[in-house]
């Protein structure tokens, strides 16, 4: 282990704020109004999805919660996966004319976004947009409590928040702590009817929120880096169980509540290279942004899952020690120093064999190895490069510098 | 490891609320105003210990950025280790008559909690003790900016606040959220001098803090099991090299951030039996503050490093699997089934062999190791039980129920 923390950095200034108060438990959601109440919640929008919150009966609950603590509502359902930011523009003229004070989001990520793009977006005079297109900083947002049923984007406490824009084909993301939730409401029993795929795609997801900062381009911070590798530890063991057996409670337990853990920014702590910015160039999750805005049939987690190992394998070389880290206290694979290989050979093999084992655990859950598996061909590159340079820049990451050509590789390498 | 978690119990329902705003690096000191500022702090009262905190400077660095800032304050110094009542009431008074609506702490657990209860004392219109004496719910509290100059207590944070009353012989605490700090500056660079005795005494109370969670009662719960593993690895790292280097700044910032971590209750997540409580039964803070409010001269954090592993010593037995998981992910021993044992004897030996390590561990950094260190004799014990009880009642603990029999046996055994 000591070799592998040879070269030792600092851990870098950061600022940590996740002020979401978590009510995480069987039948919480019955909790949402006196929590709300409490919390000083005035008259509120209350957002949805397509309809599998109705069918279930969650939506009633939660009206029923709202009802008996006195907190007044409208609704606005409809959000779709990829939320878009029409849907958003719609969302405010209405919490406007409806003079609400804050927000509940009943969903997943998607769901939660749109609520928090709703939020910031009421106070500003100008369209909703300017903030996604870096024109304008965002300022002020109404309160949101979240009643999660998808866990994976960690949307419930994070101070990110993604939209998709058709008309221009791109879906970008802004940060922000004062639209992180002030209240999530967490009960797994919600999550047993998720599909395979959508949990499989969650777990996946919540992985890449560890990597992007594990591999931020700062050397060893052990208190964070400890944090992490547990976090992606509990899920490679919960997430196969929640797919074996849909109503295992501790391992959809697990799961939401290690997803939150994964994106409210604590594994990132002391990571960052910039004190005000989130740990990470989130080199991933850009290249899969892209993939999803112009091929919406691409879950996000799934995009992940064929795009980060091929991302590690392209940039690992950059700093194998912390490969090596990852190898050992994620999969306790250590290098082989015995003499059949050299130690550069040991290290590439170790670092290979680990970047395997994360692929090998995404396909063993049910997800994509290669871009060809979504029905893309090398030819749909071009246009992903394109809008990637619109989002990026030419040159973007933190672990590796990666230019527009990089980008063209590492999805190439992915067919 | 499977072995170690038969007997899988449900991951607990509860509420994880920490919304202290974290700023930590170099420096942040000059922070301390703006961040007060831009939440809205009004005029306060400004709290410390018994002048090292004036003498270091550091008194007039964060003077100047109230300042500068523009935050009125009125100042109250003297908080000794072991914060008073009497302290207490007097600031109390203080405030009223100057009419504070927060109050700034620069210092350690000491300080912090002295803040506390000033801050939900000014308030209540009886007497402060009354809520120590649970004669009184916490109700409201003025808003709390922390300055950490101790890492230990983990005050700047957490959710706890403990005061001795010298007339009663007592040393009593609260829990609740309302007076979590609001914001907590943290500058390890600022403990650069911290004696090595105080260092130490502060790493084992860190420690303690993880394993009361750990060790509550609830099974294994994975995700948070790695966390607390994850926190206690990283200070058995970080303790050694800050004794051998105060200056190291790497292993003074893990100190510092993991023992926020150790204290805001993530380490407690889905551990608790009371959804609304704490998790863990808190023996050794029970039986160590027993210690302390009778003997001024011992430091929690030295009787934490001689009470604990007593208290695992005499109470493992009740739930062997957890000290077996507790083996193998903090100190990497696992049972030898090799047939030279039974498997009774293995799991024994593996058991009494990590709490030898930690022992070890505390004694290594210069912790005592028997209550004879502290100059006390086995006579001594009455009086402890004495207190004890009036403190806990007949019977305390979660792990496994403890009479005042066994906290005496506990006790005598520490000898």
Same mark, same amino acid.
């Given at each position: 282990?000591?070799?592998?923390?040879?070269?030792?950095?600092?851990?870098?200034?950061?600022?940590?704020?996740?002020?979401?108060?978590?009510?995480?438990?069987?039948?919480?959601?019955?909790?949402?109004?006196?929590?709300?109440?409490?919390?000083?919640?005035?008259?509120?929008?209350?957002?949805?999805?397509?309809?599998?919150?109705?069918?279930?009966?969650?939506?009633?609950?939660?009206?029923?919660?709202?009802?008996?603590?006195?907190? *007044?509502?409208?609704?606005?359902?409809?959000?779709?996966?990829?939320?878009?930011?029409?849907?958003?523009?719609? /969302?405010?003229?209405?919490?406007?004319?409806?003079?609400?004070?804050?927000?509940?989001?009943?969903?997943?990520?998607?769901?939660?976004? *749109?609520?928090?793009?709703?939020?910031?977006?009421?106070?500003?005079?100008?369209?909703?947009?300017?903030?996604?297109?870096?024109?304008?900083?965002?300022?002020?947002?109404?309160?949101? *409590? /979240?009643?999660?049923?998808?866990?994976?984007?960690?949307?419930?406490?994070?101070?990110?928040?993604?939209?998709?824009?058709?008309?221009?084909?791109?879906?970008?993301?802004?940060?922000?702590?004062?639209?992180?939730?002030?209240?999530?409401?967490?009960?797994?029993?919600? $999550?047993?009817?998720?599909?395979?795929?959508? $949990?499989?795609?969650?777990?996946?997801?919540?992985?890449?929120?560890?990597?992007?900062?594990?591999?931020?381009?700062?050397?060893?911070?052990?208190?964070?880096?400890?944090?992490?590798?547990?976090?992606?530890?509990?899920?490679?063991?919960?997430?196969?169980?929640?797919?074996?057996?849909?109503?295992?409670?501790?391992?959809?337990?697990?799961?939401?509540?290690?997803?939150?853990?994964?994106?409210?920014?604590?594994?990132?702590?002391?990571?960052?290279?910039?004190?005000?910015?989130?740990?990470?160039?989130?080199?991933?999750?850009?290249?899969?942004?892209?993939?999803?805005?112009?091929?919406?049939?691409?879950?996000?987690? /799934?995009?992940?899952?064929?795009?980060?190992?091929?991302?590690?394998?392209?940039?690992?070389?950059?700093?194998?020690?912390?490969?090596?880290?990852?190898?050992?206290?994620?999969?306790?694979?250590?290098?082989?120093?015995?003499?059949?290989?050299?130690?550069?050979?040991?290290?590439?093999?170790?670092?290979?064999?680990?970047?395997?084992?994360?692929? *090998?655990?995404?396909?063993?859950?049910?997800?994509?190895?290669?871009?060809?598996?979504?029905?893309?061909?090398?030819?749909?590159?071009?246009?992903?490069?394109?809008?990637?340079?619109?989002?990026?820049?030419?040159?973007?990451?933190?672990?590796?510098?990666? $230019?527009?050509?990089?980008?063209?590789?590492?999805?190439?390498?992915?067919?």
């Amino acid at each position: 282990m000591s070799l592998v923390r040879i070269g030792d950095t600092l851990m870098k200034d950061f600022t940590y704020y996740s002020p979401t108060k978590f009510v995480f438990g069987q039948g919480v959601v019955d909790k949402l109004g006196p929590q709300m109440a409490d919390m000083g919640f005035g008259k509120v929008l209350l957002v949805f999805g397509r309809g599998s919150v109705e069918r279930s009966g969650l939506l009633d609950k939660v009206r029923a919660s709202l009802e008996q603590a006195g907190i *007044a509502f409208v609704e606005k359902g409809g959000v779709r996966p990829n939320p878009e930011v029409n849907w958003v523009r719609e /969302a405010i003229s209405l919490a406007r004319a409806e003079k609400v004070e804050g927000l509940v989001a009943v969903g997943g990520g998607s769901v939660i976004d *749109a609520a928090k793009a709703t939020g910031f977006g009421v106070p500003y005079e100008g369209d909703v947009w300017d903030f996604f297109a870096k024109k304008q900083p965002i300022g002020k947002c109404l309160p949101i *409590a /979240a009643v999660l049923t998808i866990p994976a984007a960690g949307s419930e406490a994070s101070g990110s928040c993604v939209i998709s824009n058709d008309a221009e084909n791109l879906k970008l993301g802004v940060s922000g702590d004062v639209f992180r939730p002030k209240l999530a409401i967490m009960d797994p029993t919600v $999550t047993f009817t998720l599909p395979a795929y959508q $949990t499989a795609a969650g777990v996946t997801d919540m992985i890449a929120h560890v990597c992007e900062r594990y591999f931020s381009g700062v050397g060893p911070v052990p208190v964070t880096d400890n944090i992490a590798a547990g976090l992606i530890r509990a899920l490679l063991e919960a997430g196969p169980r929640a797919l074996e057996k849909p109503d295992d409670y501790e391992a959809r337990a697990t799961i939401m509540w290690t997803g939150m853990l994964a994106h409210n920014d604590l594994a990132g702590c002391g990571r960052s290279l910039n004190p005000t910015a989130r740990a990470g160039g989130w080199e991933s999750h850009g290249l899969e942004h892209e993939l999803s805005a112009h091929h919406p049939q691409i879950t996000h987690g /799934a995009g992940l899952a064929v795009i980060m190992p091929a991302w590690m394998r392209y940039v690992w070389r950059e700093d194998p020690s912390r490969f090596l880290l990852f190898a050992s206290d994620v999969f306790g694979i250590e290098p082989a120093y015995d003499g059949s290989a050299s130690q550069e050979e040991a290290v590439e093999q170790t670092v290979l064999a680990a970047i395997d084992k994360l692929q *090998a655990f995404f396909q063993s859950l049910g997800m994509p190895k290669t871009l060809g598996d979504f029905g893309l061909s090398p030819d749909d590159v071009d246009s992903l490069i394109e809008t990637l340079r619109i989002s990026k820049g030419e040159v973007f990451g933190a672990f590796k510098k990666l $230019t527009m050509d990089d980008a063209r590789a590492i999805y190439l390498s992915a067919f």
